[in-house]
């Protein structure tokens, strides 16, 4: 059987999606062949214009690729099935923080606890996708569509971005991968960039003037030409711009020095520097325990992925401080969870239902939402943890309640609104 870990879906994914119109898909596509970093000397007024126009939070879904184990990260420590089904790993009560009487975080997660205290840090329990789906390749595709039934293949952020009136790919950006996320594919113009201070137009350099002369060639053509080869420059221009000057992070916060440290990082760049965000994708990887997740000690699997997740994480928070995360809603996705009982390699298999975790100003954080179904056989789903709460509804939460969007059904067409009270109106 080939190995369908996160990791390895994720670049064939990306090379599969569909390009948007030449030049304007060249703009989003990042190192689709047209842009893999970029530089210029043209600033997008357009970009500018959008950045003041838009007010909602700034949406950064940060998925965890390979079926993330939300049971180890928020323990079901209230329901004794939990225990009995993970003898070897389970995380002891003993060493759980943070929670209530139904639920621990996980002790790695110690670096969100004052987020959790302060009450912009929380979970939603038994969330997921409307059916079972255990195939890493198929469920991605799933999540990122969020359109079952339907004959829709575009990607939920790309038709959340159009119910904005984004017109800037500087308006979704995926950061970490040099292709757009598929999440974000469709029309609606979208960039992938491995990181800001590496976004270049591919071949430009001294002697080599590829943006200038990209700008020259497209200046005075009609607009569906000019168009595209201006979102090309403009983006170039941004992210120069804000490339030029050393970045440091506020408030003593220090991301870790790996891909999602450095790509929350450029998050908080490209919201601190007013580029005109209203959506980052942002991947995490190697989630895919099958053999050896580890018991909850410094040094073991989980543990040591749910403390890099979590220092990231506040590092991020703390960046933007207290009034910068006030217009900022974070929200993990996996596409499945893991199996409830441990296998006999001493990891878990592939799930069903899942953890998400929200952090920002306006998520009512600090408990555990969701209704819980419980571990025993009779509520399982095959094996596996049931699906109270489709993540397509929190999702659809956040975009009415935080971002300002009216029509959540042009982007989740058979979810409707809900008031679960997983965060604030603004």
Same mark, same amino acid.
């Given at each position: 059987?080939?190995?369908?870990?996160?990791?390895?879906?994720?670049?064939?994914?990306?090379?599969?999606?569909?390009?948007?119109?030449?030049?304007?898909?060249?703009?989003?596509?990042?190192?689709? $062949?047209?842009?893999?970093?970029?530089?210029?000397? !043209?600033?997008?007024?357009?970009?500018?214009?959008?950045?003041?126009?838009?007010?909602?939070?700034?949406?950064?879904?940060?998925?965890?690729?390979?079926?993330?184990?939300?049971?180890?990260?928020?323990?079901?420590?209230?329901?004794?099935?939990?225990?009995?089904?993970?003898?070897?790993?389970?995380?002891?009560?003993?060493?759980?923080? =943070?929670?209530?009487?139904?639920?621990?975080?996980?002790?790695?997660?110690?670096?969100?606890?004052?987020?959790?205290?302060?009450?912009?840090?929380?979970?939603?329990?038994?969330? =997921?996708?409307?059916?079972?789906?255990?195939?890493?390749?198929?469920?991605?595709?799933?999540?990122?569509?969020?359109?079952?039934?339907?004959?829709?293949?575009?990607?939920?952020?790309?038709?959340? !971005?159009?119910?904005?009136?984004?017109?800037?790919?500087?308006?979704?950006?995926?950061? $970490?991968?040099?292709?757009?996320?598929?999440?974000?594919?469709?029309?609606?113009?979208?960039?992938?960039?491995?990181?800001?201070?590496?976004?270049?137009?591919?071949?430009?350099?001294?002697?080599?003037?590829?943006?200038?002369?990209?700008?020259?060639?497209?200046?005075?053509?009609?607009?569906?030409?000019?168009?595209?080869?201006?979102?090309?420059? =403009?983006?170039?221009?941004?992210?120069?711009?804000?490339?030029?000057?050393?970045?440091?992070?506020?408030?003593?916060?220090?991301?870790?020095?790996?891909?999602?440290?450095?790509?929350?990082?450029?998050?908080?760049?490209?919201?601190?520097?007013?580029?005109?965000?209203?959506?980052?994708?942002?991947?995490?990887?190697?989630?895919?325990?099958?053999?050896?997740?580890?018991?909850?000690?410094?040094?073991?699997?989980?543990?040591?992925?749910?403390?890099?997740?979590?220092?990231?994480?506040?590092?991020?928070?703390?960046?933007?401080?207290?009034?910068?995360?006030?217009?900022?809603?974070?929200?993990?996705?996996?596409?499945? =969870?893991?199996?409830?009982?441990?296998?006999?390699?001493?990891?878990?298999?592939?799930?069903?239902?899942?953890?998400?975790?929200?952090?920002?100003?306006?998520?009512?954080?600090?408990?555990?939402?969701?209704?819980?179904?419980?571990?025993?056989?009779?509520?399982?789903?095959?094996?596996?943890?049931?699906?109270?709460?489709?993540?397509?509804?929190?999702?659809?939460?956040?975009?009415?309640?935080?971002?300002?969007?009216?029509?959540?059904?042009?982007?989740?067409?058979?979810?409707?609104?809900?008031?679960?009270?997983?965060?604030?109106?603004?």
């Amino acid at each position: 059987m080939p190995d369908l870990s996160c990791d390895g879906c994720a670049d064939d994914q990306r090379t599969t999606m569909s390009r948007r119109g030449v030049l304007g898909r060249a703009a989003a596509a990042g190192a689709a $062949g047209a842009l893999a970093g970029l530089t210029g000397d !043209l600033l997008s007024t357009q970009l500018a214009f959008a950045a003041g126009r838009y007010s909602g939070d700034v949406l950064v879904v940060l998925s965890l690729r390979g079926g993330f184990d939300g049971l180890s990260a928020i323990v079901p420590a209230g329901d004794p099935a939990y225990y009995a089904a993970r003898p070897g790993i389970a995380v002891p009560k003993s060493r759980l923080i =943070g929670g209530d009487s139904r639920f621990g975080l996980h002790p790695a997660l110690a670096p969100l606890l004052p987020y959790w205290k302060a009450g912009t840090f929380g979970a939603i329990q038994a969330a =997921g996708q409307r059916a079972p789906n255990r195939s890493h390749f198929a469920a991605m595709e799933q999540l990122e569509q969020a359109a079952p039934g339907t004959s829709l293949r575009t990607g939920w952020l790309d038709r959340m !971005l159009g119910g904005l009136g984004a017109t800037d790919p500087m308006q979704g950006v995926s950061v $970490g991968g040099m292709m757009p996320a598929r999440v974000m594919a469709g029309p609606v113009p979208a960039l992938g960039m491995k990181s800001i201070d590496e976004f270049a137009m591919f071949g430009d350099q001294a002697g080599q003037p590829m943006a200038a002369t990209l700008a020259k060639l497209y200046e005075g053509a009609p607009a569906a030409l000019s168009g595209p080869a201006r979102q090309v420059t =403009g983006s170039l221009a941004t992210t120069r711009a804000l490339a030029a000057t050393a970045y440091h992070p506020a408030n003593g916060a220090v991301y870790p020095d790996d891909t999602l440290g450095r790509a929350l990082r450029d998050v908080a760049r490209l919201i601190k520097g007013k580029a005109g965000l209203m959506s980052a994708c942002v991947d995490s990887g190697d989630w895919d325990m099958h053999e050896n997740l580890g018991i909850a000690e410094s040094g073991k699997r989980m543990h040591d992925k749910l403390a890099k997740l979590a220092e990231a994480l506040a590092a991020f928070a703390r960046d933007l401080g207290t009034a910068g995360m006030k217009r900022v809603t974070l929200v993990t996705v996996s596409e499945f =969870g893991r199996r409830v009982h441990q296998n006999g390699s001493g990891g878990l298999d592939h799930g069903y239902g899942n953890a998400m975790m929200l952090l920002g100003g306006g998520v009512v954080g600090g408990k555990v939402h969701g209704r819980w179904p419980g571990l025993s056989e009779r509520h399982l789903v095959d094996g596996d943890l049931a699906v109270t709460t489709d993540y397509r509804a929190v999702i659809a939460e956040i975009l009415h309640k935080r971002c300002g969007l009216a029509n959540t059904r042009a982007v989740f067409p058979d979810i409707r609104r809900t008031t679960s009270g997983i965060v604030r109106p603004r």
